[in-house]
């Protein structure tokens, strides 16, 4: 037997499911903005600049003055 498109027990399954969905999603992408906030906040105190330099030295420095 082939349900209709109108079956509202389908709709309330396909309804439930989009919920669960949309919190799921939420859920991720605030994990992420912390997990992204954290590793800043970790950059920031180690000093770590954005482009890859990890010696923890000052961002004005050159390499004659790590010498």
Do not use: C, F, H, Y
Not at 1 to 8: E, F, G, L, Q, Y
């Amino acid at each position: 037997m082939t349900a209709s498109r109108n079956d509202p027990a389908r709709e309330a399954r396909l309804k439930a499911a989009l919920k669960a969905n949309i919190a799921r999603r939420k859920s991720q992408a605030r994990a992420r903005a912390q997990s992204d906030d954290a590793d800043e906040a970790s950059e920031q105190t180690n000093g770590v600049r954005e482009t890859g330099d990890s010696t923890g030295g000052p961002e004005t420095s050159s390499r004659e003055d790590r010498a």
